[in-house]
């Protein structure tokens, strides 16, 4: 395994103390304690852990998301903190997806020297990352394939109740400038952070090559646009068991056709499993096939997910460059060095080559 990169420049104790100075200014004398940051806590924005002990307080356990620590050498070129928090507002309002309530949001970076909010805490617990839930010693592995199988059937549900029931003109705020469908834009906008993750930089001859496979394979019908999560995968949702307790991080969330959700959780299951399989474990194989996606996502809908093809290339695509920042940030952080080819320091370059190439699936 590549070694695990740094994820962020600051100090968590004093994050706390400048939060409680915050805090007291909204419940005067309130106490804070169990400062603590996730063991899970991401390469974009942060979170941190909290207990709030004050008799007004709307909640008591709490979560805070802070933008990026430009120090950091930040994952993605801006972090809007409101839009998220407007997302998870318009998610709680319009459907029954189990997001946290978000309470309050501060734009001004005096206070943390960034942006955030701060949301309810949920418990229960989240497939790893690291190392993968696909790999052996963990609890989602070492359930059973029925749990799994429950696990799995709740979790595209998720996706599809928020497709189905948040009003698509509620969330035309997401869409990108520029002229073109929800789905042009959203290529477009990749494309620009392909081009700032390689500026100064060497660029990725498979990353190109992968954005002209797409333009061959663009759906001939595109369909309606609906809000999408955007990070739709299981290691960012909270399980209360194997049921779907708080879904998570919403910074990608995007006004785009449904199979764009649909191809991420596709892809970045198999990105874990193809990842397993190369280090000589079985992984899991029956969790979170396509097809078993495309059939679930189906018959809650009602809508045949269509150009899969397309969408989990695509999915490939857009990790790819988020793998490309990741890697320069290592370089950054003189964690690793630039080879002489840099599609080496896409992890998935094989799988995302053979997509291009049309022999993996």
């Known amino acids: 395994m590549v070694p695990r990169p740094r994820t962020t420049t600051r100090d968590p104790e004093e994050l706390g103390r400048r939060l409680t100075r915050w805090l007291d200014g909204h419940l005067p004398g309130v106490r804070v304690t169990g400062i603590r940051v996730p063991e899970s806590n991401g390469m974009s924005s942060e979170t941190l852990l909290f207990d709030i002990d004050h008799p007004g307080a709307p909640v008591r356990a709490c979560a805070l998301r ?20 407007r997302v998870m507002s318009l998610v709680a309002e319009h459907t029954d997806v189990p997001v946290p309530r978000v309470q309050w949001l501060e734009e001004d970076p005096t206070s943390l020297g960034a942006p955030f909010f701060v949301m309810e805490r949920a418990e229960g617990r989240v497939p790893p990352d690291v190392m993968p839930y696909t790999y052996e010693g963990n609890w989602l592995h070492s ?17 599809a109740r928020l497709h189905d029931q948040v009003p698509a003109k509620e969330a035309v705020f997401l869409l990108p400038s520029g002229t073109g469908s929800p789905l042009r834009l959203h290529v477009d906008a990749q494309r620009a952070y392909y081009g700032w993750v390689v500026d100064g930089l060497p660029s990725s001859p498979l990353i190109e090559s992968a954005f002209d ?8 019908d595109e369909g309606p646009a609906v809000l999408n999560w955007g990070d739709a995968r299981i290691g960012n949702i909270i399980y209360a068991g194997f049921e779907p307790a ?29 990842l397993t399989v190369s280090f000589g474990q079985r992984g899991l194989p029956d969790f979170l096939r396509r097809d078993s996606i495309e059939r679930r996502y189906a018959g809650l809908t009602g809508h045949t997910p269509r150009d899969m093809e397309f969408h989990t290339l695509y999915a490939a695509l857009r990790h790819a460059i988020v793998m490309l920042r990741v890697a320069y940030r290592q370089v950054h952080f003189g964690e690793v060095q630039v080879p002489e080819n840099p599609d080496g320091l896409i992890l998935h370059h094989g799988s995302l080559a053979a997509m291009v190439q049309g022999s993996y699936w």
């Open 213 to 220: 496979r797409l333009e061959q394979l663009w759906p001939a």
């Open 66 to 85: 802070l933008a990026a620590d430009p120090d950091a050498y930040t994952i993605f070129p801006t972090y809007d903190m409101p839009r998220q928090h």
């Open 143 to 159: 359930a059973t394939a029925a749990q799994r199988a429950r696990l799995e059937e709740a979790s595209i549900s998720v996706i």
């Open 246 to 274: 708080a879904v998570l991080d919403w910074e990608m969330a995007a006004l785009v056709p449904r199979e764009v959700d649909l191809g991420w959780t596709v892809y970045l299951h198999r990105f874990f499993q193809d």
